[in-house]
């Protein structure tokens, strides 16, 4: 099968890899949409994503595609045809963490297209637990992006909103943009998004921004109930917790650099009663984000900006291209 390889750390070879024999709890699935992501430029890079990825290994954790064969020992009922999006993470069954139902935090997780081969290739074989059908009425690149729109539904859920509530979301780029589109329909009295790039501020308002600014031109000191950080710089980390109101909520989403530290006043934490979260990945939340999907209450089609060739993405992935990708889908 035609595969795209993280041979070695920044190297990435398109090649003709053999058809693994089928485990008996596992299912073909042919890939038709994979979506690249901000960690699969970590993990080309050799920075962890949820994990480190070992070279050689096949990257893609946003996968939707069709049913090809099922193995001998899957019980789920599946279908040979039946359309799937894909869950990356596999999650031990057995620490602590797994039971205790916070599987996110599992010590022994693999991931699809992390730990083992995912979706950059004509085929990936997963778990028979990982595949969820696609709802008639959702298409298989919508249904590709069900990954990041669980990872966003897990941090909606670590937050307590409610409809007083003012919120901030910084980083316009695409995971912004789902944060945007969800608490703009969460019935809150304001949603405003701090980004940089001007070219943005129209689609950000047509998902519901109230308010778009950048914080570099606009002097802007207002506070919010939460604050959403999807970008993972310092810089934007303490903003992120500078713009809390008292009793605010701060949900850092962006992937830092394992290296950064940041500066915060440890004296507003206290006086403030803030509450400073993280959210890593997406526990039990794949059903809700096709639900969200296909109900298009977050509409992810009109985000993706480009769709790319398999050929495309080494280029794409080591930066030399001279477009700015918001959200980019591989066409299978
Ligand atoms: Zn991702
Ligand atoms: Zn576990």
Known sequence: MKSLVLTAKAQMKLEDTPLPQLKGNEVRVQMKYAGICGTDKHLFNGQPGSAQAVPPII??????????????????????????????????GYCRYCHEGRTQLCENNSAIGVTRNGGM??????????????????????????????????????????SNYTALVIGDGFVGQLFTAYLAKSGLAKVAVSGHNPDKVALLHSIGA??????????HDEK?????????????????????????????????????????????????????????????????ALTLLSRKFIDVEPLITHELTLEQVPDVLAGNIDYKITKAVIKL
């Open 59 to 92: 990257l893609g954790h946003e996968n939707a595609g069709v049913i090809t064969e099922i193995g001998s020992d899957v019980q789920k009922e599946l279908a040979i045809g039946q359309r799937v999006s894909i869950d990356p993470n596999i999650p031990c």
């Open 210 to 219: 109230d308010e778009v600014f950048d914080p570099a031109k606009d002097n």
């Open 224 to 288: 919010f109930d939460i604050v959403v950080e999807c970008v993972g710089l310092k810089m934007t980390q303490e903003q992120a917790i500078n713009s809390a109101v008292k009793g605010g909520q701060v949900l850092m989403f962006g992937v830092a650099n394992p290296e950064d530290q940041i500066q915060v006043n440890s004296f507003d934490i206290y006086a403030k009663e803030l509450t400073i979260k993280g959210a890593f990945i997406n526990p039990h939340a794949m059903a809700p």
């Open 121 to 162: 290739a004509e085929y990936v074989d997963v778990p028979q637990t990982n595949v969820y059908p696609i709802p008639d009425n959702l298409s298989l690149k919508a249904a590709a992006m069900a990954e990041p729109v669980s990872c966003v539904v897990h941090g909606i859920q670590e937050l307590a909103i409610q």
